[in-house]
């Protein structure tokens, strides 16, 4: 007998991170059991008055928000990282090794209306929120060598607040993903010549675990993926990071966004939860040929808008773990319409 990844249990190598995971295919062979079914979610009002991301509200602090009619960026009331820490190493032990880490959080508000999500909004509107994105990740990376820009949504993620808004965490030292993304891309570069996201993109145009592509950018399940529904967005041609995205990129970007974030709320009818955020070149001056831009959407949902997947047991002590394939992922999503299911007169 030959070894056949669509039937046979086996492990896959995430080459952005040197990772591996096990993925069963032959548990996902009976038909789709999931049954589609909303959690509540209950319609919020386009203003409301006890959030602290409304636009003229008060914060926790006691600030008040101005009258912000698109996006608005503070600094976050909690930080968990404070510029004006002193630079220094404490290690007594080699296995007790601490080391200071100034740093700086935001909280990106993406729209005064507190009724809508990324899903929801205009893409002109979405492409404001990329211009901020980009904005933010000069003007920080001009004082940090990490710009990490996030967005955490829907309280199965732990999320605090319903209003459409991100974050950005600004570090001085490369966080673990990148530094193994950078480690990585830049091997490739040395033993191939290329840019490894630019051939993985060539490798994947048109094929079975795209689920939306335009002129610019690709979103697909990656063959590496660990989460159900997980996505990379890639850009077409070699782009180091967010403020070196055009105008017509950033419009182009606007419109798949959309379209990626509207099948992800129709899959189960809801309001769909994820982490995502970009990855794109350290800041600096430093030769970074080797980077290619992305985001990674991180979706915890399994079969249900309340079945998730858990990283528990195997997924913490061995690796993870997946029975739905990265191609049936990307098929479902990829046949999802593209009109948001609240548009449409269809009830379940
Ligand atoms: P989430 O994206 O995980 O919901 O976090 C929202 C952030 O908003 C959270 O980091 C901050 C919290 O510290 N926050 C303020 O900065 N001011 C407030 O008045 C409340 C919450
Ligand atoms: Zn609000």
Request: net charge neutral.
């Amino acid at each position: 007998m030959q070894f056949n990844p669509t039937d046979h249990p086996h492990r896959r190598l995430n080459p952005l991170t040197g990772e591996w995971n096990v993925v069963s295919p032959h548990r996902m062979k009976r038909p789709w059991q999931g049954k589609v079914e909303s959690a509540a979610g209950g319609l919020r009002p386009a203003h409301d008055p006890t959030c602290y991301l409304c636009p003229g509200n008060v914060r926790a602090g006691g600030e008040h928000n101005p009258r912000y009619e698109n996006t608005f960026v503070f600094a976050n009331d909690f930080a968990g990282l404070l510029p004006d820490v002193p630079c220094g190493t404490h290690a007594p032990h080699p296995l007790t090794v601490a080391r200071s880490e100034p740093g700086t959080c935001r909280v990106l508000c993406f729209s005064p209306r507190h009724d809508l999500t990324l899903a929801e909004m205009d893409p002109q509107d979405i492409q404001k929120v990329i211009d901020l994105w980009a904005e933010q990740t000069s003007e920080l990376g001009r004082l940090y060598r990490w710009v990490q820009v996030f967005e955490n949504k829907g309280e199965i993620m732990g999320c605090s607040n319903p209003h459409p808004h991100g974050q950005i965490w600004a570090v001085s030292s490369l966080p673990n993903e990148p530094a193994k993304e950078d480690a990585r891309q830049r091997a490739y570069a040395e033993e191939h010549g290329r840019v490894m996201l630019l051939d993985y993109a060539a490798l994947e145009a048109g094929g079975e675990r795209v689920i939306v592509e335009n002129e610019d950018w690709q979103v697909v399940v990656p063959f590496w993926a660990l989460w159900p529904f997980e996505t990379l967005v890639l850009p077409r041609r070699q782009v180091l990071r967010l403020p070196d995205l055009t105008q017509n990129e950033r419009r182009s970007l606007a419109e798949i966004l959309k379209r990626i974030l509207v099948r992800y709320d129709n899959l189960f009818r809801t309001s769909f939860p994820y982490s995502m955020g970009w990855h794109g070149a350290p800041a600096g001056d430093a030769d970074q040929r080797h980077w290619q831009l992305h985001a990674h959407f991180y979706p915890p949902l399994l079969r249900s808008a309340t079945v998730k997947k858990f990283m528990v047991g195997y997924e913490m002590l061995g690796e993870p773990q997946r029975d739905l394939t990265p191609e049936q992922a990307a098929g479902r999503l990829r046949q999802l319409p593209d009109v948001h299911y609240k548009l449409t007169a269809e009830k379940v």
